[in-house]
């Protein structure tokens, strides 16, 4: 039987990244659409019940929370491998 090469350490970062990104903009996409639907399809009351008002104050921060982790990790692993890059070039 034959062993597949192991992975160094470049590529286990690199899926695992790649991994975070996708659960995190999975949640993120999920999280929009959810609220666009519940504006745009479900039939609302003239009055927005208490309930309604929580929720709309819970998921506010937290998909501007998700929307900066994205860019935080999109950001800092580009940086990351750039500056790695230029190093190597001079």
């Known amino acids: 039987m ?3 090469p192991r992975h160094t350490n470049e590529e286990i970062k690199a899926r695992l990244i ?3 990104g996708m659960a995190i903009s999975i ?3 999920g999280t929009v659409f959810s609220l666009l639907f519940g504006l745009l399809f479900v039939t609302q009351p003239l009055e927005v019940s208490p309930n309604d008002n929580e929720a709309w104050a819970v998921l506010s921060p937290l998909t501007l929370t998700m929307s900066g982790v994205l860019a935080g990790l999109l950001a800092s ?3 990351k491998n750039s500056t790695k890059d230029k190093g190597d070039d001079e």
């Open 2 to 4: 034959k062993m597949r």
């Open 18 to 20: 790649l991994l975070v």
């Open 27 to 29: 949640a993120f996409v």
């Open 77 to 79: 692993n580009g940086l």
